[in-house]
């Protein structure tokens, strides 16, 4: 029994001995499995990546872009410090340190960068307007040169916006500025010359009542007038353009197309109910948080919300906080921009917005998009401004100039007070460097942070395409070309003009009026012209809106 007990009793161990070999066994091969998965993945990507010539940059290698394969042109693009005897022949790469400038040095005027950046086809310039539906056209009048302009067009561009009329005079007219502009596609410009505004002179709207009350006034009355009389014009060419919408925007106003599936402005009308005539974009104003900003669309982040956004008991019992000393809410102007649809009897009301000769447009208003508007971001901006008008820097006078309160303040600082007394009243009412007022409004929601329009432009400068566009038109525009072009306008800038914005009405009778006639409709039914306005005060807490 003894014998027998001992037997049984050591047939387990003998199994369990003889299951370790068969354990180890498993769990290397197991091992062997899980290290040599990953190994493979690596191969197989690199593999991948090295056939169709992906960018990687390690310590020591660097490997094409696809993107770069497909391009006809090799060349190099400014802006980017690599040797380009490390890469393959295929490769498009900028450098900074690049001997080859555009003429006159103009491509150096929007900026590069040192980093690498996503690679594009030369001459990108997004003509893609015929697939674009809805179509959308943006009107402005400007002086602005490239360095404002030009990243002002592309950033719209981006969001679905396939026209532009650019209505230019003073540095914007310039020949080396104006035929950039022309090389993009989609822009047209219009120059304010003697036919121009001897044509506007015998426009409807000159010889309508609804505009009159801004005649005959300088300054900021009569870029008020010049701006509705191109907007005039510029709804012809958007219909003739087969345009669904038309927008009048300055070029220091950007669209913020929130609340869209996609930051896209094209989205967001393309939702718009059929039966609305016009959408109102309520503006957010810049808050510069220094006083050394250079490049506003790429530097400023931060902005202060519209009336129309924020509940009214936050508004209000944060509105003096938010003013800042400041005479209103916002330095300048508080009733946004519009977008019209583009139909007959359209007709500008203001700067602002839009009507129409046969009915009472049915608008609706933005709950979350906004037009974002970067006043005053750059010192320069108060001497600019002063410079541009003539008028007595006195209360009174400033007045009959300006119909805001801070722009008549900013006018009359600028005017009066020396460079260091300018730069400290400009960090007192303009710059934001308290940042405890910050983080209180910030959580207020009066203030807030909008990052898109500056990634957005970032990626489009280090990208090459703004200084690719000023290239290849100054390439276009020869020697001789530049000479006719100024001999031309300067001939126009001698020849006296009979007409401006405040001497339009000169020439006699006009059409306009036998078309008023026939189009039966009275003076007094028009809707008065609608001016920049302040947002709403501490005295109209009380008002039923």
Request: proline residues 5%.
């Amino acid at each position: 029994m003894a014998g027998l007990h001992g037997s049984s009793s050591s047939r387990p161990l003998i199994s369990t001995s003889s299951s370790h070999p068969h354990q180890q066994l498993f769990t290397s091969r197991l091992l062997f499995l899980l290290t040599l998965l990953p190994l493979t993945l690596a191969a197989f990507a690199f593999v991948l990546q090295w056939r169709g010539g992906g960018v990687g940059v390690g310590d020591g290698f660097l490997i094409a872009d696809p993107v770069a394969r497909w391009s006809h042109y090799h060349h190099h693009l400014p802006g980017m410090d690599i040797d380009s005897s490390l890469l393959p022949a295929t490769t498009t790469v900028r450098s900074s340190s690049s001997s080859s400038t555009s003429p006159g040095g103009c491509a150096d005027i929007l900026g590069r960068s040192n980093s690498l950046s996503f690679s594009y086809f030369k001459d990108w310039k997004f003509d893609y307007g015929a697939d674009l539906k809805p179509k959308i056209c943006i009107t402005a009048s400007t002086s602005a040169g490239l360095e404002q302009t030009i990243p002002w067009i592309f950033y719209h561009k981006v969001i679905g916006v396939s026209n532009f009329f650019l209505f230019v005079e003073g540095k914007a007219a310039s020949p080396a500025v104006s035929k950039v502009f022309e090389s993009i596609p989609g822009v047209k410009v219009i120059y304010r010359t003697r036919e121009l505004e001897e044509q506007q002179a015998k426009s409807r709207i000159w010889n309508e009542t609804w505009l009159s009350s801004f005649f005959y006034k300088p300054c900021n009355y009569e870029l008020f007038v010049k701006q509705s009389l191109n907007m005039e014009m510029a709804i012809v060419m958007a219909r003739d353009a087969g345009m669904n919408w038309i927008i009048h925007l300055d070029t220091d106003e950007l669209i913020h197309p929130a609340g869209a599936r996609e930051y896209s402005l094209r989205q967001l009308l393309s939702d718009v109910p059929s039966n609305v005539d016009m959408v109102v974009f309520p503006n957010y104003e810049s808050c510069i948080e220094r006083d050394d900003i250079k490049e506003p669309f790429s530097e400023v982040s931060m902005f202060k919300k519209n009336y129309d956004h924020l509940p009214k008991d936050v508004y209000f019992g944060n509105y003096r906080e938010a003013a800042r000393n400041n005479p209103n809410y916002f330095l300048t102007y508080g009733n946004g921009k519009a977008a019209a649809r583009v139909q007959d009897h359209l007709r500008p009301n203001g700067a602002h917005r839009w009507h129409n000769y046969m009915k009472n447009p049915i608008e609706i208003k933005m709950d979350d998009a906004a037009v974002l508007h970067y006043t005053y971001t750059k010192f320069s901006d108060l001497t600019s401004r002063r410079d541009r008008c003539g008028c007595k820097p006195t209360k009174e006078d400033v007045r009959r100039c300006f119909m805001l309160e801070f722009d008549r303040a900013a006018f009359i600082i600028a005017s009066t007070a020396t460079e260091d007394e300018m730069l400290s009243w400009y960090r007192e009412h303009v710059v934001w460097a308290d940042k405890t007022l910050k983080k209180k409004l910030m959580m207020k929601g009066i203030l807030t942070r909008i990052y898109a329009p500056m990634i957005i432009n970032q990626g489009l400068r280090e990208s090459g395409i703004y200084a690719s566009v000023i290239a290849s038109a100054n390439t276009m525009l020869s020697k001789d070309k530049i000479l006719s072009s100024v001999e031309s306008r300067n001939n126009t800038r001698e020849s006296k003009s009979v007409n401006s914005s405040r001497k339009i009405g000169g020439f006699g009778q006009s059409q306009a009026t036998a078309r008023r006639v026939l189009e039966f409709i009275d003076d007094a039914n028009y809707t008065l012209a609608i001016p920049p306005e302040s947002p709403p005060g501490p005295d109209d807490l009380n008002i039923d809106t």
